[in-house]
């Protein structure tokens, strides 16, 4: 199975609903329930995307966080500057995929 994309997720999504709706206009259950289920394949991935998304903001914040830190006290300006935006970056990611 393929990583989670957002992009994915939402072209499954708005395809599925078109499908739905051309379902409903024609009277087609078979368009219908395809529709359906396209549409809910593409939010899953949706939601799916944005939890790995998620996590990998946090990991990213925790560890420049630790960097940022580690770096400061050692008086390491650049591995306290690296760890510094690599948490920034992680929390910008975490802001992004909530």
């Known amino acids: 199975m393929s990583e989670p994309s957002k992009m994915n997720g939402n072209y499954n ?9 051309i379902g409903n ?7 219908q329930k395809a529709g359906k289920e396209q549409h809910a394949k593409g939010e899953a991935e ?3 995307a944005e939890a790995k ?3 990998e903001g946090t990991k990213d914040q925790v560890s420049g966080k630790v960097d940022n830190v580690v770096g400061s006290i050692t008086g390491n300006k650049s591995k306290e500057m690296e760890g510094k ?3 920034e970056a992680g ?8």
């Open 25 to 31: 206009a024609t009277g087609s259950t078979e368009w």
């Open 46 to 48: 949706i939601k799916a």
């Open 53 to 55: 998304g998620y996590a």
């Open 13 to 21: 999504s708005v395809a599925g609903t078109v499908k739905e709706t």
């Open 91 to 98: 929390k910008a990611q975490k802001e992004i995929n909530s």
């Open 85 to 87: 935006a690599r948490e």
